[in-house]
């Protein structure tokens, strides 16, 4: 099964934000850890609402937490 | 593990044990007849009887055991329990085209039962093995 082509950067996010847990983020945003886990590791692509809701938390624009590759190289 | 994963490995679990379990009563109680002929209803319904509760009870116990652990299920889970029920159900429409076709040819009654029971099982654990997978891969 091909994991999801977007790319986050969740867990760089966290660190710059005091080594912020996986727990606590989960809990702000409203997902489950196993969730918060999945798709920091590419495992799972989010809702564009929890996809959001993680931006706020770190304070930054969707662009910043999610890439998506060009076209020419997927 | 995730919770709602906990319960799909227990209810393939009770799904394989459950109809293992009826299949080894009824060869034992078949004597030297022929299998058509074997009791099967008794022991059909105090497995499904068995699996309704098992599911039930594993249910209360990985929710007591996680009760301390906040949100137990979110939106992965609800999509990941969409895709493998639907693919689960794919067995049910097996189950009854085989069943009915087997009444239109007139065949004993205990055929017509053990493919539905067996086509409800395979619905069981296909399902579950299907959400197992999409929690452990990731999703389609």
């Known amino acids: 099964m091909k994991p999801t082509k977007v790319t986050n950067s969740i867990r760089a996010l966290r660190f710059a934000h005091g080594e ?22 590419g495992r799972y692509s989010p809702s564009l609402e929890v996809a959001f809701k993680i931006a706020r938390v770190f304070g930054v624009s969707l662009e910043e937490v999610f890439q998506y590759p060009e076209e020419e190289e997927l | 593990m995730a919770f709602e994963e906990k319960r799909a490995w227990a209810l393939a679990i009770i799904a394989i044990v459950g109809y293992a379990v009826y299949v080894v009563l009824v060869l034992n ?17 105090w497995t499904i009887l068995f699996g309704i509760v098992a599911g039930i009870v594993s249910g209360i116990w990985f929710g007591i055991a996680a009760r301390n652990d906040g949100l137990q299920a979110d939106e992965r889970d609800r999509e990941i329990g969409r895709f493998g029920d639907h693919i689960g159900q794919s067995f049910i429409a ?26 409800f099982v395979l619905s069981a654990v296909l399902g579950s093995l299907a959400k197992i997978a999409f929690y452990r891969r990731g999703m389609p």
Not at chain 2, 99 to 109: H, K, R, S
């Open chain 2, 94 to 119: 097996i189950g009854g085209v085989s069943a009915m076709a087997l009444a239109i040819f007139e065949a004993p009654y205990f055929w017509i039962a053990n493919v539905l029971y067996l086509c």
């Open chain 1, 20 to 41: 912020m847990k996986q727990a606590d983020l989960a809990a702000a945003i409203g997902v489950t850890r196993q969730t918060l886990i999945a798709v920091e590791q």
């Open chain 2, 29 to 45: 109680g078949t004597a030297g007849r022929p299998l058509v002929e074997a009791p099967y209803a008794g022991a059909m319904l």
